[in-house]
């Protein structure tokens, strides 16, 4: 059996000559603080086991004082740093979308969604994500259509249209948004001979009108057959046939097909192309009178 003997700082063993104990490094019990010593597998070393609150080789360090003297905010010897930095002891600034300067012609810089992007407030006259856009070269380049006017200011560019167009270009005739349809099946050219019907119920200021539905797709642009009537005595029916794309308020002439004569009195009628659809600047006509519809 061993022997107690005092040493310097504690106590140890003196086994007797042949005894194999002593010769274990964990014998020597060199693990502090209740750590649990474990030798290798060869006998030739050992690894501790610490309680919880210490580390190190031997167990020796206890983290609560260890983390009390750190130069950072600790949480198991780990620097858990505040927003905006970085390193072992937090002492290094995270750079933000700001910092390198993104917006352009003297305009303010605001960090946005914590500090992981960024938008500019631009100086007057710019615009852009980076307000590196001159707003008259923008109004420039928008091309303001149908003699449109283009304007810039401090806060805005755009186009201000002429009576009669809209749209962020001046591109689009109003009669484009302001037409009312004609949908009835008995005006479509084919529609039976069943009645006597007229348009002298549409208003005497011209309106813009839209052949939709069953009444057909544009008016008709030929003299129609003997037993095509559209519910009338008298058909109105375009001469210069259909507007083409692109042309506004363009004037066609038409003529009345009535008594088995295509053209009686002449007049003329004005059309725009909205792109996909026609439609037409309609007035009042004289009972027996009807604008004719076609697919």
Request: aromatic share 10%.
């Amino acid at each position: 059996m061993c022997k107690a003997s005092f040493l310097s700082g504690g106590f140890s063993c003196v086994c007797p000559i042949g005894s194999s104990s002593c010769d274990k490094p964990c014998f020597s019990s060199p693990c502090h603080n209740g750590g649990f010593c474990s030798n290798t597998q060869d006998g030739n070393n050992y690894t501790c086991a610490c309680l919880p609150g210490f580390t190190g080789r031997h167990c020796e360090t206890d983290n609560i004082k260890l983390c009390d003297s750190s130069p950072c905010p600790c949480l198991n010897l780990t620097c858990t740093c505040p927003p905006g930095y970085t390193g072992r002891h937090c002492e290094s600034g995270i750079p933000r979308p700001c910092d390198s300067n993104p917006c352009s012609n003297n305009s303010v810089c605001n960090n946005t969604q914590g500090d992981r992007n960024y938008n500019c407030t631009c100086s007057p006259g710019y615009t852009g994500r980076h307000c590196d856009t001159l707003k008259q070269i923008l109004c420039e380049e928008n091309g303001c259509q149908n003699n449109g006017t283009c304007f810039w200011n401090d806060t805005d560019y755009g186009c201000m249209c002429v009576s009669g167009f809209t749209g962020s270009r001046c591109e689009t005739p109003l009669e484009c948004l302001t037409y009312r349809n004609l949908s009835e099946a008995d005006r479509n050219v084919n529609a039976s001979y069943i009645g006597i019907l007229c348009d002298g119920y549409l208003i005497t200021s011209a309106n813009w009108y839209r052949f939709v539905g069953e009444a057909g797709t544009h008016m008709v642009d030929y003299c129609p057959m003997e037993e095509q009537h559209c519910n009338a005595d008298f058909q109105v029916w375009l001469v210069d046939g259909q507007p083409k794309r692109g042309d506004i308020r363009v004037g066609l002439k038409y003529n009345i097909r009535g008594n088995n004569i295509c053209n009686n009195w002449p007049g003329t009628i004005y059309a725009t192309h909205c792109d996909t659809f026609i439609v037409y600047q309609l007035i009042q006509m004289n009972c027996f009178v009807r604008y004719c519809g076609a697919d």
